[in-house]
C-alpha cells in the first residue's frame, strides 16, 4: 500500500472536482484549476486511487463506477463505501483483523502506529495513522479515546 495523507474531505473534493471535468481530468490540468503545484494534488489522487474511486491512466484522473455511485449515495451509503473499499486494502484488513482477536477490541496508539510503520513501511507513520483513523472514524469503523491513547474497533 501506498502512503495516503489524504484525508476523506479531500478525496470527496477530488472525486466532486473530477466529476466536474464529466468524469475525466489530466492531473496537471486539476492542480491548475485549483491553482495548486501537482504535488499538493497527488496525495489526494493516490488515496482515491486506493480505495477504487479513480484509476490513472496515462496521467488522466477518471472516475470509476465505484467513485460515481459514491458520489451519488447519500452520506450513510458512502460511509459503509469507505468502510468496504478500506478492508479490501490487505494491510487495513490485516490490522482490522488483529483488533477483532484481542479480548478488548483495541490497541494503544504506539501499537497502531508500530504496526502501521513495519506493515506499510512509512516514513511517517504518525500522520499516516491520522489519516487511517481519519477514514476509519468516518466509516465508522474504528474509535480513538484520545484520553487513554487507544483505538477501539466499532462492534
Known amino acids: 500500500m501506498a502512503n495516503p495523507h489524504a484525508g476523506v474531505s479531500e478525496i470527496i473534493g477530488l ?13 496537471a490540468v486539476l492542480a491548475d484549476d485549483f491553482d495548486l503545484e501537482i504535488d499538493e494534488v497527488y496525495p489526494a489522487i493516490e488515496a482515491a486511487e486506493m480505495l477504487g474511486f479513480v484509476s490513472t491512466p496515462s496521467g488522466d484522473i477518471k472516475l470509476t463506477d465505484e467513485g460515481r455511485a459514491f458520489l451519488s449515495s447519500d452520506i450513510q451509503r458512502r460511509k459503509d463505501m469507505i468502510r468496504e473499499q478500506m478492508l479490501n486494502i490487505e494491510s487495513v484488513s490485516k490490522l482490522i483483523a488483529t483488533l477483532r482477536n484481542s479480548e478488548e477490541l483495541k490497541m494503544s496508539k504506539e501499537e497502531f502506529t ?8 512509512s516514513l511517517h507513520p504518525e500522520q499516516l495513522f ?10 465508522e469503523l474504528l474509535r480513538y479515546d484520545s484520553d487513554s491513547d487507544e483505538i477501539y474497533l466499532v462492534a
Not at 508500530?114 to 513501511?121: G, H, I
Not at 491520522?130 to 466509516?139: M, P
Open 15 to 27: 472525486l466532486e472536482a473530477v466529476n466536474d471535468f464529466s468524469g475525466s481530468v489530466d492531473a
Open 114 to 121: 508500530e504496526y502501521l510503520s513495519t506493515t506499510m513501511k
Open 130 to 139: 491520522r489519516v487511517i483513523l481519519n477514514w476509519a472514524r468516518y466509516a
